[in-house]
């Protein structure tokens, strides 16, 4: 219950503030009618006449006296020491007691149990209910309001032409133009008329507009603060609660007010602070009626999920009769929250021609880093009937089954400060059922999948861990009568061990090491390990880093020692040819070498130019060209026995070599011109601009700078400043005066090119190199990913990396291995994107023509499927992207890509034609609603010729309904 209430009442021929108690007790004549002096508001919204001087005076010292005589309020006469200790002689006084500095025994201190526990005294201070209004008449407990009336409580303001208020009861009556504001809701109610109790926050109101959790005012303004606004009308609004209101014959909506893009109306709906709920409603969009719900619910806390069925998926699409059309789809999923950190989604999926798709996602966020995520998807495919020839030639019709099942995972799991478990798996049935059910391309071309779980420990420089993981590579899909050929590599399990960089007590020196004890098995068409092949490999190593004069060289010696339980057989004549089937024995084999490197790195070279007026517009007034050099010098020397070993992974790639490393990056800094003078905003100061060339003069005096103000977590400055409207929360208000750091951010580098090669002293690599075949050794793939050794030579491939980025604006690369004895680009990559505003493009070329100088190219043809091989990897392909647009932005978007493949129709080729795939969408945006289509076409030969027609219809915080996910989106 208020019981005081403040009453401010506006007389025509006075103003006159007047205290009451709620049983008009106060001391009559302490406050007195004050001047005609206008009025102003001081922060805590009180209001106080402007010429007040005698009669406020007199107020102050009447009060003052007043209180000064409460006994309560008399000066204490305190001290910050501790009570003396109890005398133990009967012979000294008390007097001598009380000076006495010694400290209190423990027989004096008093019994902490005997204290009774304190409690909190109730609040003296009861909430209190702050009147406004022009005129104002009171009857007892009851009080009537008329002209701009106002009722403050606690946080809520109740605003209305005429308010009759009960002092006792909180019973609000009000008539025309009713408003009631604030809550931790921040609730906007807007009425006609309406009954109101300022104590249990309950009540009526009719013909009404409001908004939850949009804060004071928000319906008229352009946008809104809160990521998921709520705004609802009716004839009736019941405020059961706090936050919670029944609408009756009312609407919805999460779109700007007055005319909302889509509402959903019904008899009645229920609303509190979690969600918003009606049966038999209609969903209207641009004010048309299009579908009837026989129940929704609508989220009105931005932090709440809820469980529910999600809105329907339907999907057309078009195939070759030779590769499977899927017809008509139609899908429906569930979500399911399983407390605050996990939701499980679950739906099926029908295609009118193929059979049923189930598929299910489960979703977990745990303390810190921790997740769990699984995706699981699957098929059961009727089929479909294909022409094709047997191994003879000879017409039949065979049966096609593309189902199949794909199980995704990855987790995170902290079991100790330094301790962690982590895994990211998948488990692929059938790699046609991915290829040709996928809806993004990237994975359906994808031919390898990885999974690893792995308990790791690291402190100090020092990790240990335990992994399982499995490698499944397909070399060969399986197309019709031809089967699928794949590889696979287990490393059951893993123990591995790692020392970085320790310094040796009193030198210079640093130590590191690495070791492991693994259990291997390699299974592919003509070859499988048997059981698990133990290895066992230790590699310690000891460095040197020196520094002078800006060089900087580390030198390194290390001893590299593996163990094998099986090897593999080398004829008698110490090599194998390019084709053979590896053969395994039973004899253990010890693999030994000795490590030394030297890396060089020479300072940097570095001028800067002066740039003519003309090219400063692209260049800036100043450009730095530097140049860094690295040499490196490594020898390995011991590995005799590297035909003998079985091939697991890159540690098993370790070969002899006696090599030089050397590569030269340069880099291009410009200085951009100085920014234009800007007209200063109104109130800042003007700063006179400076050439960017000028020195500060040696004789100017600092300028202190100016303190600037911060912010508490609502983003007031200081506590005498006017709170916003909204809470800024966490936000740091900049200062209007001060330039936008993004806008002064200059682009540094606008180039740079590195260049690498590595000559062989040892073009054998001691004797390991086998000719007519592709050569992979660990030396070698650091340098580049491309096969390139062939044959034994003493020169790598030229390696090239270039990046432009000429503004902020445009990104360019190209990237490109050179073969200087064969005079050819093995590979090469450009990458090009472009964006300005709402236009953006981009273009990608990749060409791969490997491996190495002399090796000749056999094509080979399958005489059952027309199928062409080369052993040589040759292919050239490109992708385009163009549009315009934004994906949440209002209006539309336009854009387009494809991928190409520039060797269609070469012996080479295995595809049906050089349109790889093809993604053409258009959408548009309304202020809370959006629709997008898009035709996308898939030609991956004869696995897949399919053409599929997607949509996607938005609203805003409610949903979408179609199949075009946003993870799809070209903008």
């Known amino acids: 219950m208020a019981q005081i209430a403040y009453i401010d009442c506006k007389f025509p021929s006075q103003n006159v503030r007047i205290a009451k108690s709620s049983n008009l007790d106060l001391v009559d004549g302490l406050i007195k009618p004050v001047s005609k002096a206008p009025i102003s508001d001081d922060p805590n919204g009180l209001r106080v006449p402007a010429s007040r001087t005698t009669r406020l005076a007199l107020l102050s010292i009447t009060t003052i006296l007043l209180l000064a005589g409460h006994q309560h309020l008399h000066a204490q006469e305190v001290t910050t020491k ?90 609000v009556t009000a008539q025309g133009h009713v408003k009631l504001t604030g809550g931790p809701n921040d609730e906007y109610i807007k009425a006609t008329h309406g009954t109101y109790n300022v104590h249990a926050e309950t009540g ?15 319906t008229q303004r352009n946008g809104y603060q809160n990521s998921n606004p709520f705004l609802f009308a009716g004839r009736k609004v019941v405020k059961t609660g706090p936050v919670n209101y029944d609408v009756y014959d009312g609407a919805v909506t999460s779109c700007l007010l007055p005319k909302p893009d889509w509402e959903l109306f019904s008899h009645h ?141 990855a987790f995170r799991w902290k079991l100790a400060p330094h301790t962690r478990a982590v895994g990211d798996a998948e488990y692929l049935s059938s790699y046609v059922y991915r290829e040709v059910f996928t809806e993004n391309f990237n994975q359906a071309v994808s031919s390898d999948i990885t999974s690893t779980l792995y308990l790791m420990n690291e402190k100090n420089g020092y990790s240990t861990d335990l992994r399982f993981d499995r490698y499944q590579g397909l070399k060969v899909v399986p197309i019709l009568t031809t089967p699928g050929e794949e590889v696979k590599v287990f490393h059951a399990p893993s123990i591995d061990f790692s020392a970085d960089d320790h310094h040796i007590e009193g030198t210079p020196l640093l130590w590191s090491l690495n070791a492991s004890a693994t259990g291997l098995k390699r299974v592919q068409p003509n070859f499988v390990s048997s059981g698990i092949i133990e290895r066992l490999d ?20 290390a001893a590299h020692e593996s163990f094998y339980s099986r090897s593999r057989f080398v004829p008698r004549s110490g090599t194998y040819g390019p084709n053979a089937t590896p053969i395994e024995i039973t004899d253990p084999v010890n693999r030994a070498d000795g490590e030394i490197t030297i890396d060089i790195r020479p300072p940097s070279i570095e001028r800067t130019f002066a740039v003519a007026p003309s090219l400063q517009w692209l260049l800036g007034t100043e450009v730095r060209h530097t140049i860094d050099s690295e040499i490196t010098y490594k020898d390995v020397k011991g590995i005799n026995n590297f035909l003998s070993i079985l091939r697991f992974d890159d540690v098993d ?78 936000h740091v208000r900049r200062d209007p005066c001060t330039p936008d750091p993004k806008a002064a951010a200059a682009q540094q580098e606008w180039f740079s090119w590195k260049i690498e090669q590595k000559f062989f002293f040892d073009p054998t690599f001691g004797n390991a190199v086998i000719d007519t075949r592709r050569n992979i050794f660990d030396t070698t793939l650091n340098l580049s990913g491309v096969a390139f050794l062939t044959e034994p030579r003493d020169i790598s491939p030229v390696i090239s990396r270039m990046r432009f980025r000429t503004s902020g604006h445009t990104d360019i690369e190209w990237d490109f291995d050179y073969d200087t004895g064969a005079n050819k680009i093995n590979s090469s990559n450009i990458f090009v994107d472009a964006h300005k505003g709402r236009v953006f493009g981009g273009v990608s070329y990749a060409l791969l023509n490997a491996p190495g100088r002399t090796y000749t190219e056999v094509i080979t043809q399958n005489t059952a499927t027309g199928l062409t091989r080369s052993a040589t990897a040759n292919f050239a392909q490109m992708r385009l992207l163009g549009g ?77 309904a179609g199949n075009l996910r946003r993870s799809q989106s070209l903008f």
């Not at 905003?681 to 020195?695: D, I, L």
């Open 82 to 171: 501790e009570p003396p200790a109890q005398a133990t002689s009967s012979t000294s006084s008390s007097a001598e007691q009380s000076a006495l500095p010694s400290e209190p025994s423990p027989q004096a201190l008093p019994d902490l149990s005997t204290i009774p526990r304190a409690t909190a005294l109730p609040d003296e201070h009861p909430d209190i209910a702050i009147l406004e209004s022009d005129t104002q008449t009171k009857d007892g407990d009851l009080y009537t309001l008329t002209g701009d009336a106002i009722v403050t409580y606690r946080d809520h303001v109740l605003r209305a032409d005429t308010i009759t208020y009960n002092g006792a009861t909180g019973e």
């Open 204 to 218: 009526e109101f009719f013909d009404v507009n409001g908004s939850v959790g949009l804060g004071p005012s928000s």
């Open 269 to 409: 709906f229920v609303i509190d602070d979690k969600k918003a709920k009606a049966s038999n409603s209609i969903f209207r969009l641009l004010g048309i009626p299009l579908l009837p719900l026989p129940y929704v619910t609508h989220p009105t806390d931005t932090d709440d999920r809820q469980s529910g069925i999600l809105i329907p998926v339907f999907n057309y699409s078009t195939a070759s009769k030779d590769t499977g059309s899927k017809g008509l789809s139609i899908g429906e999923q569930a979500y399911l929250t399983l407390g605050r950190s996990a939701d499980l989604t679950v739906g099926i999926l029908y295609y009118s021609l193929r059979g049923f798709s189930e598929n299910g996602t489960v979703r977990y966020r745990g303390p810190g880093e921790d997740f769990f995520n699984a995706h699981f998807s699957a098929l059961q495919d009727r089929g479909f009937d294909t022409p094709t020839v047997d191994a003879q030639g000879n017409p039949i019709t065979l049966y096609v089954n593309q189902g199949g099942e794909d199980v995704t995972s």
């Open 538 to 557: 230790f590699r310690p190593e000891l460095s040197l880093p020196l520094h002078f004069d800006g060089w900087n060289i580390f030198a390194s010696i």
């Open 653 to 730: 790639l370790a070969s002899d070599t006696n090599e030089l490393d050397y590569a030269f990056t340069q880099h291009l800094y410009f200085r951009p011109r100085p920014a234009k003078a800007m007209k200063p905003k109104a109130g800042c100061p003007v700063t006179p601009a400076k050439p960017a060339n000028e020195a500060p003069a040696e004789t100017a005096t600092a300028i202190e700078p100016v303190p600037q103000a911060t912010n508490d977590a609502n983003g007031i400055p200081d506590a005498s400043a006017t709170a916003p409207d909204q809470p800024t929360r966490t």
């Open 884 to 960: 315009y647009g934004t994906p949440s932005s209002p209006g539309i978007s336009v854009a387009a890509g494809a991928g190409i493949d520039l060797n269609a129709g070469s012996p080479l080729d295995d595809s049906s034609g050089p349109l790889q795939y093809l993604t053409v969408q258009a959408g548009y945006n309304w202020n809370c609603c959006g629709l997008s289509v898009e035709y996308r076409k898939y030609d991956l030969g004869a696995i897949r010729n399919e053409g599929d027609y997607r949509f996607n219809f938005t609203l805003a915080n409610i949903g979408s």
